[in-house]
């Protein structure tokens, strides 16, 4: 208690250091007058008393400092003396100061930059209520539908009639809530306006999804159980964003009808600010529906179907309860449900029936289809920052090596005189730290400045619409990371002038001059530029082979024309069209864009390329019929007529779907050419028949073969898959609830001179019916290009990290040759004197540097081919170990490397040897 | 003797606080007069080591100060025993005493004693 007391009344003396000192002083004062008195009372002259009283008080320093020691914190005041010292030092070096704490804030900057995507992508939670106790089904994302009684691998997806069944018999959930997997576009407008629908993503939840998350309205009230009844009043939840931006918080919109689909329902409240639903994504929805308005809203109700899995479940676990528990319990009532409808279950999914199970995995990041879709990409970004940052070390120690050189007299004097080693290694350390604290600092400027425009670039958000949840500015964990990755620099690029320090001589500073009989500092530096060699290569060949990537994927043979071709995205459904009014819909639309001057022809369809494509198996009449094992699975387009012709894929055989395809006439199929030798081989495929069902039947006659056209329905790096296409004039209109009836895209082939204004198109469109919403036109070639958004800033940032990475090992190359050119000059004066020229003297300093880059691309060789198989699949299947991106890089570097050697090479090629031999 | 400055403190400050709770409020001189009255030599030399060992007794709260008058009306500063100190005091003298009469018997058993 006396010790604690005592330490806090120290810790704080520092305040009171001049006043204490002047006490100390007066009360010394004090006790020799009293003693001189007593002195001279006792017969003494005045000078003698004087002198025998300060006698008898003792060494006056040594008791001032026994004093100071315990007044305060010696140790916390010395550290903070050798701050204020290193400040004044650093002050005293401006150029030195702000050339290193803007370095050290590009690379802290980029890295915090990086880390702060990482972060918001990779590690942070959904803003919810307690996210740890969340539990979600399913350990991969399985989006968006399943149909049938069984799943590959895992059930994760679930029909509306599963999720009641688990909902109600699951006790280890205090809530299980149920949305889509796939987003959902609604076309909304508020009733009684007169404007067009606009589409707004949305969602439908299950009447405990807010309970469940535990958020509360913001203002009015969320939806609750009693709303997602059958036969509710049909009621949706919109969001702060879309409140704030496009009606102005004005609170007169709850309570107010807006038209879903033309479908009318009552907005009854507003969600928190934070909240943007149960995925991170870029585009988060902007309205919640109870998922029983489904059928209401949606002409195709998925709701009502047994075997139609598209729901996604999170629950709330009770506290307790472990997860293991409450799977092993969902396990079973998935085997009890799907036994429930044993008589409904193809031959194929009883076959699956013992393998079916489920898992459940941690919910608190809600459904991270991001995290998959960008781990890798952020690990790649990741790496190159961490390299650059690891440059940036290298180049500042370079930097405090030499300042170490230049106080070495002054540091081994000091030793001389007896200062402690410690506090003589705490100086170059304490100068580092406060360097990369200011370079932190800035850092984190640079990372907001940078994480805004990546943002901007890699996740493009639609105007009106709310962008993704990623928040630039630094959060706490940014901040902390930002500060931790500061020290951690501050110590790596210190430690080296640190030791050097340690390891002077006191005899040196006898010696005097520069006279240095060794020359210790040279090495760390060399190493350190040997390092800096090595990690540019990789950068720079990671960037090249990046770049290579993209290139190709750019400018692959897509199969189809990108030049004068526009694409116009909308969508019917959001309208209320119904699918018997469809086709005729599809006619005016057609002949409306087509009437348009500079038009040269058009066709619709549900996906144009790179999109992707609709699923399906296909059995081939007069094959065996397909087991549950084979893979007869290809992907399928509905066009219309003339729609290769439009979109510029050749017929290599047969012909194209024409306007002589009717609904009356025979149905008919174009297959690609991965379709014919998928399911023909070497045979003809042209008047053959194929199905969509499992049993061989020939439903659709093949009429042509077009060639492969790029449809990315998997990964970028995949082959063309199998792929046929329907003509639009013979889909299955008396279906009623078919998503695929609803073509989305306008393919426009223009004039090769015309030039066709968006907005002549969308007039064209309001023209046949003005509640079509139009959600975007864009030419082909933007639509190809924006499929590789991530791909290209991947390769440019890599670039500008490569960039920067040469810049600055160049600048470490150029100190460590001008500083030995320098420390050699008695040498090159010597050389000179007895007849060297001066070639041989550049020759002789090139050498020297020539020889570390060497060296580090020695050491960077191998781990470029280390770094190309961690790119991997970003590669596109390039290969990983291109030589030439490889030799190019070396090139690039050993030229930066000659440049910056050239110049201190000439300089000392031009001393005159007498100057030299005189120069101390 | 590594520690003699350490004992040679401890033992001070014992006297510093056992001189105040006998002569009331003082000032440093003193203090240094009376100890070197009972004590003899301890300070005849090293007046000034008292003051380390004030500060320190005044950081843990033992003794307070202020500035004041002495008795001959000259500005001195003094000291004074606070009650914190006056336990201290007590609980060490106790201590003190026991270890000194411990070490004394210890002392005067001679090696024939025990037999």
Redesign the interface.
């Known amino acids: 208690m ?2 604690l ?2 330490f806090f ?2 810790l704080t003396s520092w305040t009171t250091t001049h006043q204490d000192e002047e ?2 002083q ?3 004062e ?2 020799l ?3 001189a ?1 007593e002195n001279v009372r006792a017969g003494l002259s005045p000078t003698e008393a004087r002198r025998q009283a300060a006698l ?5 320093e040594a ?1 001032k400092q ?2 100071r020691e ?2 305060g914190l010696p140790s916390l005041e010395s550290l903070i003396q050798d701050a204020g010292h290193a400040l004044r030092r650093l002050r005293m070096a401006p150029v030195f100061t702000a050339a290193t704490v803007l370095t050290l804030a590009l690379g802290i900057g980029a890295t915090t930059s990086i880390f702060t995507l990482v972060n918001a992508v990779l590690l942070k939670s959904l803003p919810v209520a307690n996210p740890a106790e969340l539990y979600r089904l399913g350990r991969e994302n399985h989006c968006c539908y399943q149909s049938g009684y069984s799943q590959d691998k895992e059930f994760s997806l679930v029909s509306y009639d599963l999720y009641k069944y688990f909902r109600d018999n699951t006790q280890g959930f205090s809530e299980l809530a149920a949305f889509p997997s796939g987003q959902l576009l609604f076309g909304v407008r508020r009733s009684g306006n007169s404007e067009a629908a606009q589409s707004y993503p949305g969602e439908f939840v299950s009447g405990n999804y807010f309970e469940m998350f535990g958020i509360g309205p913001y203002a009015g009230r969320m939806i609750t159980a009693d709303d997602d009844e059958p036969g509710a009043p049909p009621v949706a939840v919109m969001s702060y964003r879309l409140w704030r931006q496009a009606y102005g918080a004005d609170p007169s919109v709850i309570g107010s009808i807006f038209n879903f689909n033309e479908k009318p329902l009552t907005v009854i409240g507003i969600t928190p600010p934070g909240f943007f639903g149960d995925t991170l994504r870029s585009t988060p929805p902007d309205f919640f529906l109870p998922l029983n308005a489904e059928p209401f809203v949606e002409s195709d109700a998925d709701l009502t179907k047994y075997d139609t899995h598209w729901l996604e479940l999170i629950g709330r676990s009770r506290p307790g309860v472990t997860p293991a528990s409450i799977e092993t319990q969902m396990r079973v009532e998935l085997k009890q449900w799907l036994r429930s409808h044993w008589g409904e279950m193809g031959p194929g999914d009883q076959a699956k029936f013992p393998e079916q199970t489920l898992f459940l995995s941690p919910g608190g990041a809600g459904i991270t289809s991001m995290r998959d879709q960008y781990q890798h990409w952020l690990q790649i970004l990741m790496m190159v920052t961490g390299f650059v940052l690891l440059i940036v070390c290298a180049n500042v120690a370079n930097l405090m090596l030499v300042r170490g050189m230049g106080r070495r007299r002054q540091t081994s004097l000091s030793m001389a005189l007896g200062a402690r080693a410690l506090r003589v290694v705490r100086e170059p350390i304490i100068e580092s730290m406060l360097l990369s604290l200011a370079g932190g600092a800035v850092g984190i400027a640079i990372a907001f400045a940078g994480t805004r425009l990546i943002l901007q670039f890699a996740f493009p958000s639609l105007p009106g619409l709310a962008g993704v949840a990623i928040d630039a500015s630094p959060s706490l964990p940014v901040l902390l990371f930002a500060f931790v990755t500061s020290l951690v620099t501050g110590v790596a690029f210190g430690i080296a002038p640190a030791l050097m320090a340690v390891r002077v001589d006191p005899i040196e500073a006898l010696r005097g001059s520069s006279r240095a009989t060794t020359r210790t500092g040279l090495l760390p530096r060399k190493t350190l530029v040997v390092l800096q060699a090595a990690l540019s290569l990789v950068l720079l060949s990671s960037a090249g082979l990046l770049a290579a990537a993209l290139e190709s994927l750019e400018n692959q043979n897509f199969g189809f024309e990108q030049d004068h071709r526009l694409v116009a995205t909308m969508n019917p459904k959001l309208a209320g069209y119904r699918p018997a009014q469809l086709s005729l819909l599809y006619k005016r639309i057609h002949d409306s864009i087509e009437s348009i001057p500079g038009v040269s022809s058009v066709a619709l369809c549900l996906y144009s390329p790179p999109g992707g494509g609709w699923g399906s198996g296909v059995s081939v009449e007069g094959h065996p019929a397909p087991g549950p094992n084979d893979d007869n699975s290809s992907s399928w387009d509905r066009v219309t007529a003339g729609y290769f012709q439009v979109i510029g894929t050749p017929i290599l055989k047969g012909r194209e779907v024409s306007e002589e395809d009717t609904a009356t006439s025979r149905k008919v199929a174009v297959v690609n050419e991965a379709f014919a030798r998928k399911f023909f081989g070497n045979e003809d495929p042209i008047g053959r028949h194929f199905g969509r069902t499992q049993v061989a039947s020939g439903e659709f006659e093949v009429i042509g073969v077009a060639k492969n056209a790029r449809y990315f329905t998997q990964d970028l790096n995949q082959p063309s898959g199998a792929m046929f296409f329907l003509p639009e004039t013979q889909a299955e209109y008396a279906q009623t609830n078919l998503g695929s009836l609803f073509l989305r895209d306008i393919v426009i082939q223009t004039g090769p001179e015309a030039s066709v204004p968006f907005a002549s198109i969308r007039q064209a469109v309001a023209a046949v019916d003005p509640g079509i919403p139009i959600s975007s036109i864009r030419t082909l070639r933007e639509q190809v290009s924006s499929r590789f958004t991530q791909q290209r800033l991947l390769a440019r940032l890599t670039s500008l990290f490569g960039a920067l990475s040469l810049l600055l090992a160049s600048i470490g190359i150029y100190g460590v040759n001008a500083y030995d050119a320098g420390r050699r000059i008695n040498e090159i004066g010597v050389r000179m004197a007895l007849g060297a020229s001066r070639g041989h003297i550049v020759q002789l300093v090139l050498r020297g540097a020539f020889g570390l880059i060497l060296f580090g691309l020695f050491i960077g060789l191998p781990l470029t081919f280390v770094v190309g198989r961690f790119l991997g699949s970003q590669l596109y299947g390039t290969n990983p170990y291109n030589p030439g991106v490889t030799l190019a890089a070396a090139l690039v570097l050993g030229f930066s490397a000659l440049v910056a050697s050239v110049v201190p090479a000439f300089r000392a090629s031009r001393i005159s040897p007498l100057e030299a031999l005189r120069a101390k | 003797m590594k520690d003699k400055t350490a004992v040679l403190q401890g033992t001070l400050a014992l006297m510093v606080l056992k001189t105040l709770d006998v002569l009331g409020p003082l000032h440093g001189y003193g203090i240094a007069r009376r100890i070197e009255q009972i004590s003899g030599d301890l300070l005849t030399v090293n007046q000034g080591t008292l003051y380390p060992v004030l500060l320190k007794l005044e950081q843990e709260g033992s003794i307070a100060s202020e500035w004041g008058t002495s008795e001959n009306n000259r500005r001195a500063r003094l000291y004074r025993l606070t009650r914190s100190g006056r336990k201290q005091l007590r609980a060490e003298t106790k201590g003190w005493e026991q270890t000194a009469a411990i070490i004394g018997r210890f002392f005067a058993v001679k090696a024939g004693d025990l037999k």
């Open positions: 006396r010790a007391r005592r009344r120290r006490r100390l007066a009360e010394i004090e006790h007058a009293f003693q008195a008898k008080f003792g060494g006056l008791m026994t004093y315990q007044r």
